[in-house]
């Protein structure tokens, strides 16, 4: 027994030490106030997605994107926390309609990895204060409220996993941002026992454009009885053009482009409906943008699922979308033209064999901007998480 507590006592000096050594580096308060969380949460989750597309020129089969997402969160004490969603991916361009050779009809092809612009992202990274359920702020790097499958965002939850034509193009600011570099404050106020008011509002930058500032809000009431969400939506901002215009070759499947030419400020009003009872789940949403100097954006898109069984899921979703009008740099003489309408017709069957693994087949029917082409591809994609 001597023996075993003079070890002890041999290693707690040892402890005490090291503690010493690392107190004298960072300070003592800072080693208390970064080890000190009362809850830590790790999780994440694995993506990916295949196609095979047919298009007027030909047809094409291969990897679109893979990618991994870590979330982390840590609970300070009952009102303070932090939360972060690193990720990494790698991808390649699958284009339904290549800019690059605007006379061939609905060509689609792939680009290599390297055509990414970075590899490494961070979707979410924030502080949050949550004294109540009326108010609830979080700042740094904060996801905005617009749109179901935007406010929801965890990708494993989706039963398309491509997202719809307006928010295609992974985080970006097509029609609304997807996310911000600022302040967000959420809330919501019972009516009675079943209904209630929720609002968000924000303010901050997007990522690629730290000098410009954009707002909006987000107001809705949910009819808890029969899981009826609706909502009116707000937003302004300045969509920030390429310091040196290029062809923009969208990605991901995107029939649109990636980022601007030509800056133009912006603003929105629009609608959500969100409705899930029993296995039946519809998400809906319709947007009109006034885009200043340039053509007005529009959107709509309504997804209907139903599960057959708990495992088993059917859907449909139809996606259209305006996407006003920039300056097109392969014209002889570059020009600002309008950038037309695409629309997509969308089913898919989705089963989840466990509650952390989803499995999909969608099949898209794609109608291209400015032209009479057609696209049909049918996407193979894998959610896991942990």
């Known amino acids: ?166 928010n295609r193009v992974f985080l970006a600011n097509q029609l609304y941002p997807q996310n911000l570099r600022g302040v967000k404050s959420s809330g919501k106020y019972m009516i009675g026992d079943t209904d209630w008011i929720d609002y968000d509002a924000y303010i901050g930058v997007s990522g690629t454009a730290a000098g410009d500032s954009l707002g909006g809000a987000r107001l809705g009431y949910t009819f808890g009885d029969s899981g009826l969400s609706i909502a009116l939506n707000y937003g302004r901002g300045t969509r920030t053009g390429s310091a040196t215009p290029s062809t923009n070759f969208p990605a991901l499947q995107s029939p649109f482009l990636s980022t601007r030419n030509m800056t133009r400020d912006y603003s929105f009003g629009g609608l959500d409906v969100d409705w899930r009872q029993g296995p039946y789940v519809f998400k809906g949403e319709a947007y009109y943008s006034g885009e200043k100097n340039m053509r007005d954006q529009k959107a709509f898109s309504g997804e209907f699922t139903y599960f057959v069984t708990p495992a088993w899921g059917l859907t449909y979703r139809y996606d259209y979308y305006s996407a006003g009008s920039d300056l097109n740099v392969l014209l ?40 009479s082409d057609t696209v049909d591809y049918v996407n193979v994609s894998w959610s896991l998480s942990f």
Not at 68 to 92: Q, R
Not at 100 to 108: F, K, L, R, S
Not at 112 to 129: C, H, M, P, Q
Not at 333 to 353: D, K, Q, R
Request: hydrophobic fraction near 40%; glycine fraction near 8%; proline fraction near 7%.
């Open 1 to 166: 027994m001597k023996e075993q507590v003079d070890e002890i006592l041999e290693r707690l000096d040892e402890i005490e030490d090291t503690q010493a050594e690392t107190a004298e580096k960072v300070g003592g308060r800072a080693v208390v106030q970064a080890f000190n969380a009362a809850q830590l949460d790790i999780g994440g989750h694995v993506s990916s997605l295949f196609t095979h597309m047919e298009g007027e020129r030909g047809t094409d089969t291969g990897h679109v994107v893979s990618l991994i997402e870590l979330f982390v969160k840590a609970k300070i004490d009952d009102e303070w926390s932090l939360f972060a969603a690193p990720g990494f991916y790698t991808f390649n361009g699958a284009l339904l309609d290549n800019p690059a050779t605007p006379t061939v009809a609905g060509d689609p092809t792939f680009t290599a990895d390297t055509a990414a612009v970075e590899n490494l992202f961070v979707s979410r990274i924030y502080g949050e204060w949550r004294p109540s359920d009326l108010l609830q702020v979080q700042a740094g790097v904060v996801g905005s409220p617009h749109g179901p499958s935007n406010r929801e965002y965890f990708i494993p939850s989706r039963n398309i996993a491509q997202a719809n034509l307006h």
């Open 332 to 371: 002889p003489t570059p020009a600002v033209v309008p950038l037309g309408f695409s629309t997509e017709h969308v089913v898919g069957i989705s089963y989840n064999p466990s509650p952390s693994v989803r499995l999909r087949l969608d099949i898209h029917h794609n109608n291209l901007p400015n032209t």
